[in-house]
C-alpha cells in the first residue's frame, strides 16, 4: 500500500467521523495522518481540533506550542488560544494573543495574502475577527472591561457577520444606548455585505432589533425589514424582553410561553422567562422551571439562578441567596443574578451588603441604568437623600424614558420639601405610563392604561397635591389608585386624611373605618378616626332643630377663697387648647419636634378650623419606606436588571411602614 493511498485514507476517515460527531474515532484517526504524513500542518491543526472537539484543551495546546505552530499560522494560533482560554487558563492565553504584530488593525485592512498561503483576504479577516473575539473574552474573564469592549469592536469592524462580539456587547450591557447606536452607524455594511440586495438594510435591523429596549408600545414590534424572520425565536426573544420593560407581564408571557413550547432551554429566553415569573409572583411554574433545568443543565447558572428567583418569591432569602451565589460562581459575568442577590439582602434589610451586590453589578452591566437606581434606593432608606439624588440622576441620564426613575426623582424632590418639582416628575411618569395603553396579544384594548404596579405612584402624586392644596385633585388620584388596587389600607387612610383637611368629616370618618378594616394595628388610622369623629360629634347638632348656640349653665356655688367656680362648655375650652398648641408650634424649630409632637400635629381633631392650611397637620413625617413589589429593572428589568433582563422585583416581602402617618411617596421598586 502506498503511503500516500494510506494517508488520504486516514485523512478522509477524519473528516466523516467529525461529520458524523464521532470525536473520539476522529481523534484516532488524526493520530495516524500525523504519523503518515511525517507531522505536516494540516495533519496537526486537524489533530489538534479532534483534541478540542474532545475536550483535551491542555494537550491541544501543548501539540501546537510544541511545534511552534502558533508563531506560523494564524489558525494554529487562534485554536492553542481557543483551548487555553477553555481551560481557563487566562493569562497564558492572554499571551499568546499579544505577541503578534498582526494586531496592528491599520495594516490588517491592506495586508496581502502570504506566498503559499491559499486563504483568501475575507477569509483572513475572519481570522483576525475570531482572535480579536477570544481576546475580548479573555479580558472579560479577567475583569479587564474597558480592553474587552475595545476588542469586541474590532473584531465587527473586520467582519459585520461576527454576530457573537455584538450580542456580548449588547446582552451584557457593556454599552449605552448612546454607544451602541454610535457603534451601529460606523460599522461597515455597505462595504462587507455585496452578496445580495438589500443584505446590509437586513444585517441592519437584525442588530438594531437588539439594542431597542426601551419603546412605545406600538414600536415594540419587529420591524419591517424583519417580517421574512419574523417567526425565528430570537427576532421573538427581543420582542418579549421589550413588552417586559414595558410592564406588559401578561403579554410578554404569552409570548415567552409560545417560544419554551418550541424550544425549552433556549439560552435567551430562560433569564426573561424567570424575570417575567418573578415579576407576577409566579412560584409554581418557577418550581417547576427550576426543577427542570437543574435535571438538565446542573452546570448552567441560568439553572440555579431559576432556583433562586424561586426562593425569593417565596420569601425564603437566605435560601435564594445560596443559591445565587452558586450561580454568579459558575458565570461571574451573569449581571442578573448579582442584582437578584442584592434584592435579597435588601429585603431583610441588609443595606451594605445589598448595595455591594449592587456595585458588582454595574461594573458588569455599565449601560444599564438598574443597578444605580437600586443603590440609590438604599441610600434612601437609609435617609441618604444627597447620594440618593446623585445615583437617580445618573440612571435618568441612561434611562430618560423610564418612568420608574422619574418616580424616584420625585420622591427625593417630595423628601427636600421641593413639592412643585416633586409634582412635575410624578406627572412625566404618569404621561409615559399612560402612553403605554395598547392593544394586547388577544386584540382586546384594555380599560385601564395602568395596573397595580403603579398605585405607589398615583398615591404619591395624591399626596404632593395634597401638600400644594390641590385637595381634589389629590382625591381624584388617591380614587385612581384604589381602582387598580382596591385593597391598599394606605389608600383609604389618605382619602380619609384629604376629607378631614377638608372638613369632610363623614366621609373622613368612611375611609378611616375602611383602613382599619383592612389593617386593624394602623395607628394613624386609628389616631385620625378618633380625632375626626370628635370634631365631628362637636360639629353635628345634638337632635334636630337644637339650636347652634347653647349658652354656657352658670353655676351657684358659693365662691372659695376668692375664686369663682364656672362650669365651661367643652368647646370652648378646646379651641382654647387649640390656640395654645398653635401659639406652641409656631415657636417650635424642628429640631424639637419629637415623634409625640408629629402624631399631635397629625391630628385634626379640635383645631382643625384653626388653621386655613394644612402646613402642621400635612408634616406627617419623612420619607417613607419601599412598600410594594415592582418587577423593574424592575427590574426593571430592574432590573431589573428592572428585572427586565437583571431587573427582578424587590420588596414585595420587605413589610415597610404602610401607613399614611408617614406622608410621604410609597418608594416604587423597580426589580
Not at 100 to 110: E, I, K, Q, S, V
Request: with cysteine; glycine share 4%; hydrophobic share 40%.
Amino acid at each position: 500500500m502506498k503511503v500516500e493511498e494510506m494517508l488520504e485514507k486516514f485523512r478522509s476517515e477524519t473528516l466523516s467521523s467529525i461529520e458524523a460527531l464521532r470525536f473520539p474515532t476522529a481523534l484516532y484517526w488524526a493520530e495516524k495522518a500525523v504519523t503518515a504524513s511525517d507531522g505536516s500542518f494540516q495533519d496537526v491543526y486537524m489533530l489538534g481540533k479532534c483534541m478540542f472537539f474532545c475536550k483535551q484543551y491542555h494537550r491541544a495546546a501543548k501539540l501546537i506550542t510544541q511545534a511552534h505552530l502558533d508563531e506560523k499560522h494564524l489558525n494554529c494560533k487562534h485554536l492553542a488560544a481557543q483551548c487555553l482560554y477553555e481551560a481557563q487558563m487566562y493569562a497564558e492565553a492572554l499571551q499568546l494573543l499579544k505577541n503578534d504584530h498582526m494586531w496592528n488593525d491599520t495594516g490588517l485592512r491592506n495586508q496581502k495574502p502570504q506566498l503559499g498561503d491559499s486563504t483568501s483576504l475575507s477569509q483572513q479577516h475572519s481570522v483576525h475577527s475570531s482572535m480579536y473575539l477570544l481576546r475580548g473574552k479573555v479580558h472579560e474573564a479577567m475583569d479587564n472591561r474597558i480592553p474587552a469592549i475595545e476588542d469586541y469592536k474590532m473584531a465587527l469592524k473586520l467582519d459585520v457577520y461576527c454576530s457573537e462580539a455584538f450580542e456580548m456587547l449588547v446582552h451584557h450591557e457593556m454599552l449605552t444606548p448612546e454607544e451602541e447606536n454610535d457603534l451601529l452607524e460606523h460599522l461597515p455594511f455597505d462595504e462587507q455585505c455585496t452578496s445580495y440586495e438589500d443584505e446590509a438594510k437586513l444585517l441592519r435591523a437584525l442588530y438594531t432589533d437588539q439594542v431597542r429596549k426601551y419603546c412605545k408600545p406600538e414600536e415594540r414590534a419587529p420591524s419591517s425589514e424583519l417580517m421574512p424572520l419574523r417567526k425565528n425565536l430570537s427576532i421573538r426573544v427581543n420582542h418579549a424582553q421589550r413588552m417586559l420593560n414595558g410592564c406588559d407581564y401578561r403579554g410578554c408571557f404569552n409570548m415567552l410561553q409560545e417560544i419554551m413550547k418550541a424550544d425549552p432551554n433556549h439560552q435567551a429566553c430562560l433569564p426573561i422567562y424567570i424575570t417575567c415569573l418573578v415579576a407576577m409572583k409566579n412560584s409554581q411554574i418557577l418550581f417547576t422551571l427550576s426543577h427542570r433545568l437543574v435535571d438538565s443543565e446542573p452546570d448552567n447558572a441560568t439553572s440555579w439562578f431559576a432556583v433562586g428567583c424561586y426562593y425569593y418569591v417565596i420569601g425564603r432569602f437566605e435560601e435564594s441567596r445560596k443559591y445565587l451565589h452558586k450561580a454568579t460562581t459558575l458565570d461571574r459575568n451573569l449581571g442578573a443574578a448579582w442584582l437578584m442577590r442584592g434584592h435579597a439582602f435588601a429585603a431583610e434589610n441588609e443595606h451594605d451588603q445589598a448595595m455591594a451586590a449592587y456595585f458588582k453589578a454595574s461594573q458588569l452591566m455599565r449601560g444599564s441604568h438598574l443597578p444605580m437606581l437600586y443603590v440609590g434606593l438604599e441610600h434612601g432608606l437609609m435617609s441618604n437623600v444627597r447620594l440618593a439624588n446623585s445615583f437617580f440622576n445618573q440612571a435618568h441620564s441612561l434611562a430618560p424614558d423610564d418612568p420608574f426613575v422619574l418616580h424616584e426623582l420625585g420622591t427625593v424632590a417630595y423628601q427636600n420639601g421641593d413639592y412643585q418639582l416633586a409634582e412635575k416628575c410624578f406627572l412625566q411618569a404618569v404621561d409615559m405610563v399612560s402612553s403605554m395603553r395598547h392593544t394586547t396579544s388577544s386584540g382586546d384594548s384594555n380599560d385601564f392604561p395602568m395596573d397595580d404596579t403603579w398605585e405607589p405612584l398615583l398615591n404619591n402624586l395624591g399626596h404632593v397635591c395634597r401638600k400644594l392644596k390641590k385637595y381634589e385633585q389629590a382625591i381624584d388620584f388617591h380614587q385612581k389608585a384604589l381602582l387598580v388596587s382596591p385593597m391598599r389600607a394606605s389608600t383609604f387612610a389618605a382619602l380619609g386624611y384629604v376629607y378631614a383637611l377638608t372638613l369632610k368629616y363623614d366621609q373622613a370618618i368612611e375611609y378611616f373605618q375602611k383602613a382599619l378594616a383592612l389593617k386593624r394595628d394602623d395607628t394613624f388610622s386609628t389616631t385620625m378616626l378618633n380625632s375626626v369623629l370628635e370634631a365631628y360629634l362637636n360639629e353635628a347638632p345634638a337632635f334636630l332643630g337644637a339650636p347652634k348656640e347653647i349658652p354656657p349653665p352658670v353655676t351657684n356655688l358659693a365662691e372659695t377663697s376668692g375664686n369663682r367656680h364656672v362650669l365651661a362648655t367643652p368647646g370652648i375650652s378646646k379651641r382654647l387648647m387649640a390656640s395654645t398648641s398653635a401659639m406652641e408650634m409656631s415657636n417650635m424649630s424642628m429640631p424639637d419636634i419629637s415623634e409625640e409632637d408629629v402624631i399631635q400635629m397629625d391630628t385634626p381633631g379640635y383645631y382643625l378650623d384653626a388653621r386655613d392650611d394644612d402646613s402642621v397637620l400635612s408634616g406627617i413625617a419623612s420619607l417613607r419606606t419601599p412598600s410594594d413589589a415592582l418587577v423593574t429593572p424592575a427590574n426593571s428589568g430592574t432590573v431589573g436588571f428592572g428585572f427586565r433582563p437583571g431587573e427582578l422585583g424587590r420588596g414585595h416581602m420587605r413589610q415597610a411602614a404602610e401607613t399614611i402617618e408617614e406622608d410621604t411617596p410609597d418608594i416604587i421598586q423597580r426589580r
